[in-house]
């Protein structure tokens, strides 16, 4: 929703008394240029923002200030803007421009509005040049080349100016010839690194590397750049920040298809599962909170959140027993989301990139007991689930006191590691982990391995059977929506060469609101909504009474071959092509009463089968 500037009024300006300052608030009315469906939920053509310009002629600064007046209960938008003098070269000029958005709620329609503000942001900020040469060559064409430093030694006298003078003075700088003005537009091109967006075509801030990303050579940056722009132009969510991006390049050695391939199954995933909820929702079990022997310690020498794990001291049979595999999943889930918001708040901390953790692992107490073939199973699981949507967060391995089982588990579990994570392993056995303190400072040492750093983590053993619970309270726990990995709200459908998978909406009002949000597995779909008045038959296999399931001779059209496009039913939003990748959300506002179908249509002619989540 960048907005184009209409005008706006002044509604208090003041200047001290020598004149070194002069300060200028202003109501700025602002055009929303979004979608027609949103304006219309919204009620409003235009919103108004606060601007408060201060000059200081002394310090040679321009501070900008602006912030949203309408809708500020429900989105808050702020942006500064500051104009300074470069210390070194008093003939340059240094740009500073910090924006937030923060989309507390909004209709239901947050992440459009996100999107929209992020995407339209980004685009903005290439004017920012335009702008400032426009009114350069309007000072030049006036004679204007010089403008000398503020002289102490001439003093205009003060002037202050009420709201309601003000008011009379309501101007629109709107200027026939110029370009539109718009919000977040006003010299961002002189840099890139702006917190909001930057320009998808253009080289990365090397402050902005140096600070949030580490080293890049040229290639690098510009895969991350072309990652990022395909991200934009197909994800219609929430975007993944530059870090997480890269942490997927390096997993597929900078192989933008491959990144991009294992990006989107995680983003879907995520998604589905509604990952990014976890560390909202999820609370540890007191099954764990007793027994569970883990737990975040401090930071290694790397700065990096040093997690600890002595799994010589867990009962895995007695947790499996007692919160289930899918509880040991989400307590698995939770604590990787706790380090990738712990790398997060140390790369804002330290002003350098942190993107991985470290973690110890004690096996000391581990015996043949921990090759229980359904914990072995579990613990592949996770790998699995880990090595897929949390590539490249792993720092670091620091085994310790691992005995003589501890080859046969690592030959099992080994194989599921990635190679690249296998290397960043470091094994210290019996008693030799003195090494320990070439990675972690000696102060924050464990106190169970000679160190003088007392940990706050369970000490683990065996939980009681009276904590296990049986099979029939795992299912009902999964009938009760609690399983993770079953409570998504979306279906996964299979379509082969020429089918088409409908849903149905049978007798609707007009004014209803018909929404939609869809992933793009593999080949493509087209998607388009119809409309007709004719009944249709709801016991069809693709109605959305009947399961999704793969595709089979069911999928077929509700629409009779003998109807005709125009007569019995009609087109009310144009198809759209989707592509492997693609993440499609959108909506439509009924206007005539009868039965909407949407309809997806597999287009691909090669006989390979698309699939999406729906």
């Known amino acids: 929703m960048i907005p184009v500037f209409l005008g706006s009024e002044i509604t208090h300006e003041q200047k001290s008394e020598d004149g070194a300052v002069h300060v200028i608030e202003r109501r700025c009315r602002l055009n929303v240029d979004c979608p027609y469906l949103l304006k219309k939920i919204v009620g409003v053509d235009f919103i108004f923002f606060i601007q408060k310009n201060t000059l200081d002629r002394r310090a040679r600064t321009l501070k900008i200030e602006a912030h949203n007046e309408s809708f ?6 702020n ?15 240094c740009f500073e421009q910090v924006a937030s958005l ?4 909004f209709f ?19 004017k920012g040049k335009e702008i400032i040469e426009f009114y350069i060559n309007e000072l030049l064409s006036a ?46 091109s002189i840099t890139h690194e702006v917190i909001v967006g930057r320009d998808n075509e253009t080289k990365l801030d090397a402050d902005y590397i140096e600070r949030c990303l580490g080293k890049l050579n040229p290639l690098q940056e510009s895969r ?53 909820r976890i560390l909202s929702s999820y609370t540890l079990p007191a099954v764990a909170k007793e027994y569970f022997p883990g737990g975040w310690h401090y930071y290694d020498k790397d700065s990096r959140p040093l997690y600890i794990l002595r799994i010589g001291q867990m009962d895995v049979k007695g947790h499996l027993k007692s919160i289930g595999e899918e509880g040991l999943l989400k307590l698995s889930l939770h604590i990787c989301e706790e380090g990738l918001k712990k790398t997060e708040e140390a790369t804002r901390r330290l002003g350098k990139p942190v993107s991985m953790w470290t973690c110890l692992v004690d096996l000391d107490g581990l015996n043949m007991r921990h090759l229980w073939r359904p914990g072995v199973k579990a613990l592949l699981r996770i790998i699995e689930i880990m090595e897929a949507n949390y590539p490249e967060t792993m720092g670091r391995v620091l085994i310790v006191r691992a005995p003589r089982v501890f080859p046969i588990l690592w030959a099992i579990v080994s194989t599921f590691i990635d190679e690249r994570t296998r290397q960043k392993f470091l094994l210290y056995a019996n008693n030799d982990y003195l090494g320990l303190a070439d990675w972690i400072d000696e102060e924050y040492i464990p106190d169970f391995l000679g160190g003088t750093c007392q940990v706050k983590i369970s000490e683990g053993g065996l939980i009681p059977k009276s904590l296990y619970i049986t099979d029939g309270d795992h299912d009902r726990e999964r009938s009760e929506d609690k ?28 004014g209803a609101v018909i929404c939609w949000d869809f ?11 119809l409309h007709t008045v004719k009944c249709v038959n709801l016991d069809a296999p693709s109605s959305p009474t009947s399961p999704l399931g793969s595709a089979d001779a069911g999928h077929t059209s509700c629409i009779d071959k003998s109807w005709k496009e125009g007569v019995e039913y009609s087109k009310v939003e144009q198809p759209i092509l989707c592509h492997d990748g693609d993440s499609i959300q959108g909506s439509h506002v009924t206007r005539v009463e009868g039965t909407y179908i949407l309809q997806w249509c597999h287009v691909d002619p090669t006989p390979e089968i698309g699939r999406a989540h729906v």
């Open 79 to 93: 942006e500064d803007c500051m104009y300074s003098v470069h210390p070194d070269n008093p003939e340059w000029t």
């Open 102 to 105: 923060d989309v507390k709620s």
């Open 108 to 126: 239901g329609f947050e992440n459009t509005v996100e999107k929209i503000a992020m995407k339209q942001y980004s685009q903005n900020i290439r």
């Open 483 to 510: 399983a993770l990995w079953e409570e998504s709200i979306y279906n996964c459908i299979s379509l082969g060469k020429g089918q088409v998978h409908e849903v149905i909406l049978p007798n609707l009002e007009r």
């Open 143 to 188: 004679g204007i080349t010089y403008i000398p430093p503020f002289d102490d030694t001439v003093v205009p006298p003060a002037i202050t100016i009420s709201p309601a003078e003000a008011r009379s003075r309501s101007e629109s700088l709107t200027i026939d010839g110029s370009p539109e003005l718009h919000l977040g537009a006003s010299a961002s």
């Open 72 to 77: 500020s209960t429900r989105v808050v938008v």
């Open 519 to 529: 992933d793009i597995m593999k080949q493509d779909v087209t998607f388009t909504v």
């Open 224 to 276: 991350l750049v072309q990652l990022r722009k395909w991200v934009s132009d197909s994800h219609k969510g929430k975007i993944p920040s530059d870090p997480t991006l890269l942490r997927f390049l390096r997993a597929r050695d900078f192989n933008v298809e491959k990144a991009r391939e294992m990006l989107c199954h995680s983003l879907v995933w995520r998604k589905k599962y509604q990952v990014d």
